[in-house]
């Protein structure tokens, strides 16, 4: 599966920002699209996740009044919708693919990676 993040920049404290991850290369009905993202000198943390058959989604439970997670079926697209950033929320994000149906929120247990979209809010 490759993987490619995109939509990120550089916005204000209480804009919204959509990032857009392409997938491509498998059939994705047995895959877990999730987001991720690491801050500098911090470790990668969980956002959020789509099961690709049947769109169950879970979220990081500091995130979820605040980023919704979904996805476009036909185009193979994953998309994270944030809303209300803060200047907590820059990092680079990443789009990760799991092999199975199960959410998990251990970005170890993701096989495949995009090369990451970085997201800046100022204060």
């Known amino acids: 599966v490759q993987l490619q993040a995109s939509g990120g920049g550089l916005v204000q404290t209480g804009d919204s920002l959509r990032l857009s991850c392409a997938a491509s290369?498998?059939?994705?009905?047995?895959?877990?699209l999730g987001w991720f993202r690491q801050a500098p000198g911090k470790e990668r943390e969980f956002v959020a996740a789509?099961?690709?058959?049947?769109?169950?989604?879970d979220y990081s439970d500091s995130l979820k009044d605040r980023f919704t997670i979904s996805r476009d079926n036909a185009k193979n697209m994953v998309y994270l919708q944030m809303s209300s950033l803060k200047p907590e929320d820059t990092a680079v994000y990443y789009c990760?693919?799991?092999?199975?149906?199960?959410?998990?929120?251990?970005?170890?247990?993701?096989?495949?990676w995009g090369q990451g979209t970085l997201v800046t809010v100022s204060s």
């Open positions: 789509i099961r690709w058959i049947g769109a169950i989604k």
């Open positions: 990760a693919a799991k092999y199975g149906v199960g959410i998990v929120k251990d970005p170890a247990k993701y096989e495949y």
């Open positions: 290369g498998r059939t994705l009905a047995a895959y877990v």
